[in-house]
């Protein structure tokens, strides 16, 4: 079992910066990949990227250039880099983890409102 914990969510003015953080306990020796999806209301949820353990890494599109992804193994949590926020980055933020084993763990989420 693998448990996440997120941090960093909040209200930001559009063209700000907020930065997520996810930290991992449990069957952490496991981690594989480590990544951030968002669900905007009435939406879908979405990649916004993630990062291997070899730190690999993969960006949605529409955050290309304006977010980063990173990992620090010796703690076991994966961080968020949100620059030049817009108003359609507002959506729940979840971190996700998928083992070795191929399993997959959801933190609870945290909220992230950029205003126009």
């Known amino acids: 079992q693998v448990q996440l914990v997120e941090s960093g969510g909040g209200l930001v003015q559009a063209g700000g910066s907020l930065r997520l953080s996810c930290a991992a306990s449990?069957?952490?020796?496991?981690?594989?990949?480590m990544g951030w999806y968002r669900q905007a209301p009435g939406k879908q949820r979405e990649l916004v990227a993630d990062i291997t353990k070899g730190g690999s890494t993969n960006y949605a599109d529409s955050v290309k250039g304006r977010f980063t992804i990173s990992r620090d193994n010796a703690k076991n949590t994966v961080y968020l880099q949100m620059n030049a926020l817009k108003p359609e980055d507002t959506a729940v933020y979840y971190c996700?983890?998928?083992?070795?084993?191929?399993?997959?763990?959801w933190g609870q989420g945290t909220q992230v409102t950029v205003a126009s």
């Open positions: 449990g069957s952490i020796f496991s981690l594989n990949v």
């Open positions: 996700k983890v998928i083992t070795f084993s191929a399993r997959d763990y």
